[in-house]
């Protein structure tokens, strides 16, 4: 199976540690960025972690959407796709947040090493959307029959 891109999160234990913060996605062509808002006693970020996030309540504040919102803009993003992520970890967390925001995943989202693709170690001080443009790179040099495994 061939994927359109990766999904990378980043959460912390402040925050549900079950939602994601921040969402990078990366296509062959594309990125997206997604900071999600505060949602109090849902998603937040303790004053003690914003370091390790490179990320302050205040910007969560200020720059962030509401889960509902960033769904749609993920939605429209990777619509009908084949997206591919580290770990359960991240599809458990993506799937949480589209339960929160009562919508449904409008593409495929599947661990790379169900696709046989292993993901390089993991750089914990990556943002998510470079850590997602790693993923892409990995799966467009994997080779598969001698075809690239994202499609462009």
Do not use: W
């Amino acid at each position: 199976m061939c994927i359109d891109g990766a999904i990378a999160v980043t959460s912390y234990s402040s925050a549900n540690a079950k939602l994601p913060v921040e969402i990078g996605i990366a296509t062959g062509t594309n990125t997206l960025n997604v900071v999600i808002g505060v949602v109090p006693g849902i998603i937040e970020i303790h004053s003690d972690d914003e370091a390790t996030a490179g990320l302050s309540a205040f910007e969560m504040e200020a720059v962030g959407l509401q889960p509902t919102r960033a769904c749609e803009l993920i939605n429209d993003f990777l619509v009908g796709g084949v997206v591919g992520c580290r770990e359960e970890r991240v599809k458990v967390a993506l799937q949480q947040l589209y339960k929160i925001a009562g919508q449904d995943m409008e593409f495929q989202l599947e661990e790379l090493g169900d696709l046989d693709i292993a993901p390089p170690a993991c750089d914990q001080g990556a943002c998510a959307e470079m850590e997602a443009r790693r993923l892409v790179f990995l799966a467009k040099q994997s080779k598969n029959g001698g075809e690239s495994h994202v499609r462009h």
